[in-house]
Every structure is written in C-alpha cells, then in structure tokens.
C-alpha cells in the first residue's frame, strides 16, 4: 500500500474511538479492589487508584456522589466500586467514576458507625465525667421527637399517668430520612435556647439501622455534648444501639422508658413527702422532749439556785491570781537585779582605764620581747657578717696584690694573662697592691726564658 492508501488516524480520533467502545462496553460495572493513594481535593472531589495483585485502575469520586457515602474512605480499604468507565483524552487515560462505594466484607452503615465512634471516644465525648445527673423534681421537660410518631404518644401517655402537672415543650423535628440530622439538631439547640429547660428526651420509636441511622450522624452527636441541659437518648427498643446512646447523659431503652426516669410517680411522690412529713414531726418531738429535760435540768443547777456562788468562786480565782502576780513580780525584780550586777561588773571591767592599764603592760611587755630579740638578731648578723667578709677578703684581687703580685690591663681594661694578648709598642696598664704603672712593652715572649 502506497504512503496514500493507508488509513491513517489522528491521536484525538483514535481517542475518540477508543472513548466510544469503552464507554459503550462499560456503561456500568462493579468493581472490587483496594483504596491507594487517596485524595480529597479542595473542590470536594475524591481521586484514588484501585488495585488488586495485577493491575491498577484510577477512580474519581465527585463531590455530589460522595455526600451520599456514609463512611470516611482511605488507604487500604477493601471496597466494592460501582460505576462507568471513561475516558479521559487530555491524558489519555481511562478511569472508573464512581457512583457507589461499599466496604468489603463489612456493611457501609457499620464501617461509619465503628469509624465516627472511635474518632468521638478519642475526643472523650463518651468519659464518664461529662455525665451529668438528672435533675430529681424537672418542672418543664423538652422532648425532641417527631410529632405524629408512636414515640411522643407512650412519653406523653406515661408522664399523665406518673405526674400529670409538669410543663412539656415538644421540639418537632424529621427522626429518619434526608435532613432528618439537621432537624434533630437544631431541636436541641432550640430547647436550649428556650431557657427554664430542665431535662431534654432525643428519641424516636424502634426500626431498622438505616431508620434510626440520623442518630449516628456526627451533627446530631455534637449537638447533644454541646447542650447545656442534661440529655436522655431515648432511641429505639432496648437492642438498638446509637452513638447518641454514648454521648449523652443517660440512656434508656426506650422513649417510655426515658418517661419513667425523668418523671417520679406523683403518688410515690406523695408517699415519700408523707414519710417525711411524720419523720420531721417524730424528730421534732424528740427535740421538744430533749430541751424540755435539758430546762428541767437546767433549772436545778445551783448557779439559778445559789447566784452568789459563782461570786465567791471568782472572789477566790482573783485572790488567787493576784499572790501568783506578787510572787511572779518579786521573781522579776531578783532577776533583774542580777543581771544589773553582772552588767555592772561587765562594764567596770570593760572601762577605758582598765583597758589602758592592759594595753599598757602588754605594750611594755612586747617591747622588752623586741629589744631582746634585736639584740639576738644584731649578734647573730653581726657574726655572719664576719664571716663572710673574711671570705671575701680571702678571695679578693687587692688580697692577692698586697701578697706581691699585680695585674696587667690594655687600655681597654681587659686582663692580660698571656704574652701573646699584647704586642710590642703597646701600652698597658700594671696594678700594683699601692698605686699602679703606666707601661710600654718592649718585647714578648711566650715562655719565661732565663737572661744570660
């Protein structure tokens, strides 16, 4: 075939071929793999990259499709992916939109429900210590239920019969389907704002997971840690568990269940008060009996019978009071008559004459010592100073001269001690033991030679 002949394609055309039979062949697939590289983009997007042992594929999750996804997506999750296949030319790639994600081997509702629990525990919304006790007498309760369902009917109904008198503030609000969470919500929020709330029932009747699911939204759970009004969670039958059931103050099994623990009986009420009452009127009359006796005895006493005596006992106490006053006073002057003496003496001994007279002797006392040992010491240097001054004159030049001998010097003042240091014609200088000569060589010899 000629360079014309050939069925030449363009990249973009065999793209937009390739584009067409793919998006036709999977309109719509499942596919099962595991989650990597998982990313959430400002834009709300997801994109990820499914793999199993021998391939890849890229995923898109757009935004839209994701809010229906109720658990939270990452790295190494085993998922069931449905959606279409596509093509994206820009790149020339082909990737998998996703319409619906599911966990494998693990239901999607559960996932959320076990992955949004853990992540509340560790914040410690579920501590103990945020509990709150329920107040013992509430005069206005706020119920946020649905109004038409059978949860609000069996409240009602039990509060009628238990204490019919209390002021009830019902919330209306959507508990299952879409806003359902954001009503509930905004429910409490709404009793709480009310003001003179003092307990607030969150519940609806029993049904399946995905009906009692806007229970186990985290809007929903925040709103009940955040109410300022201690919460019941009165969700379901006595199996359905919430994470409502956590994070509030108290949970009952049911919503007639939360009607009994916030309403007392009124005649179990009555009862307690009657009890009370004859507790009180008992004590009381033990009281009386006792300050009766306690009076009778009282009265009795010899200080309401006698009055002067408490007098005399005082009289005595004061007579008392003052010998030990005298004795302690006479103490006082002896004491403080010893201790003038002492200063007394102190002082006469610290006078300035005293101490002259001290300073004095001492003063004569180390002068004798002084000039005694100076005496010792001139003695003692005066002998030394012999000493060496006969060595020094031993070992004196001018000792040496006055033996017979002199001392030849050049003009320079170096000593000549052989022939050979000078020359004829040059003067030298001859110390004698008396006085000294002022010479000319005539002639040198190196060896003393005898003159014939």
């Given at each position: 075939m000629t360079g014309s002949e050939r069925p030449v394609l363009t990249v973009s055309a065999l793209t937009e071929r390739l584009k067409a039979t793919v998006e036709e062949r999977f309109p719509m697939v499942w596919?099962?793999?595991?989650?990597?590289?998982?990313?959430?983009?400002?834009?709300?997007?997801?994109?990820?990259?499914?793999?199993?042992?021998?391939?890849?594929?890229?995923?898109?999750?757009?935004?839209?499709?994701?809010?229906?996804?109720?658990?939270?997506?990452?790295?190494?999750?085993?998922?069931?992916?449905?959606?279409?296949?596509?093509?994206?030319?820009?790149?020339?790639?082909?990737?998998?939109?996703?319409?619906?994600?599911?966990?494998?081997?693990?239901?999607?509702?559960?996932?959320?429900?076990?992955?949004?629990?853990?992540?509340?525990?560790?914040?410690?919304?579920?501590?103990?210590?945020?509990?709150?006790?329920?107040?013992?007498?509430?005069?206005?309760?706020?119920?946020?239920?649905?109004?038409?369902?059978?949860?609000?009917?069996?409240?009602?109904?039990?509060?009628?019969?238990?204490?019919g008198e209390?002021?009830?503030?019902?919330?209306?609000?959507?508990?299952?389907?879409?806003?359902?969470?954001?009503?509930?919500?905004?429910?409490?929020?709404?009793?709480?704002?009310?003001?003179?709330?003092?307990v607030i029932i969150v519940g609806r009747g029993g049904g399946s997971l995905e009906d009692l699911w806007a229970f186990n939204e985290e809007l929903v759970v925040r709103?009940?840690?955040?109410?300022?009004?201690?919460?019941?969670?009165?969700?379901?039958?006595?199996?359905?568990?919430?994470?409502?059931?956590?994070?509030?103050?108290?949970?009952?099994?049911?919503?007639?269940?939360?009607?009994?623990?916030?309403?007392?009986?009124?005649?179990?009420?009555?009862?307690?008060?009657?009890?009370?009452?004859?507790?009180l009127r008992r004590a009381m009359g033990r009281r009386l009996e006792h300050e009766r006796q306690r009076t009778t005895a009282l009265a009795t006493r010899r200080v309401l019978t006698d009055p002067s005596r408490p007098l005399r006992d005082l009289h005595r106490r004061v007579d008392d009071a003052r010998g030990r006053l005298h004795r302690a006073m006479e103490r006082l002057m002896r004491q403080s008559a010893h201790r003038v003496e002492m200063a007394t003496a102190g002082l006469r001994s610290g006078s300035p004459r005293a101490r002259l007279a001290r300073d004095r002797h001492r003063h004569e006392t180390l002068h004798a010592r002084l000039e005694a040992h100076a005496a010792r010491a001139l003695e003692t240097n005066r002998g030394r100073l012999g000493l060496v001054a006969g060595r020094l004159h031993?070992?004196?030049?001018?000792?040496?001269?006055?033996?017979?001998?002199?001392l030849t010097r050049t003009p320079d003042g170096a000593i000549v001690r052989r022939a050979v240091d000078v020359r004829a014609g040059e003067d030298v200088e001859v110390l004698l033991h008396e006085g000294r000569l002022d010479c000319r060589v005539i002639a040198t010899r190196e060896h003393d030679e005898p003159q014939v």
């Open positions: 596919v099962e793999g595991e989650i990597s590289n998982f990313k959430i983009y400002a834009s709300g997007h997801a994109y990820f990259t499914l793999k199993d042992a021998g391939a890849q594929l890229r995923a898109v999750l757009f935004r839209n499709r994701g809010r229906r996804i109720r658990f939270e997506p990452g790295d190494g999750l085993h998922v069931l992916a449905m959606g279409s296949v596509e093509v994206y030319p820009q790149r020339g790639e082909y990737q998998l939109v996703v319409e619906l994600l599911e966990p494998r081997g693990l239901g999607a509702l559960q996932l959320a429900f076990d992955q949004l629990k853990a992540r509340l525990a560790a914040e410690g919304l579920f501590d103990e210590g945020r509990k709150r006790a329920l107040p013992r007498f509430p005069k206005k309760i706020g119920i946020a239920t649905s109004p038409s369902g059978a949860a609000i009917r069996d409240m009602l109904r039990v509060i009628a019969r238990r204490f209390l002021h009830i503030v019902l919330a209306p609000c959507r508990v299952q389907g879409d806003g359902a969470p954001e009503e509930i919500a905004q429910a409490i929020r709404d009793l709480n704002a009310l003001g003179g709330v003092d709103a009940i840690a955040g109410s300022k009004v201690p919460t019941i969670s009165a969700v379901g039958h006595e199996v359905d568990v919430t994470i409502a059931d956590f994070v509030a103050d108290l949970r009952a099994p049911t919503p007639s269940a939360a009607a009994e623990l916030v309403v007392r009986e009124k005649q179990a009420v009555v009862e307690s008060v009657a009890d009370l009452s004859h507790r031993s070992l004196s030049p001018l000792a040496v001269l006055s033996r017979g001998y002199s």
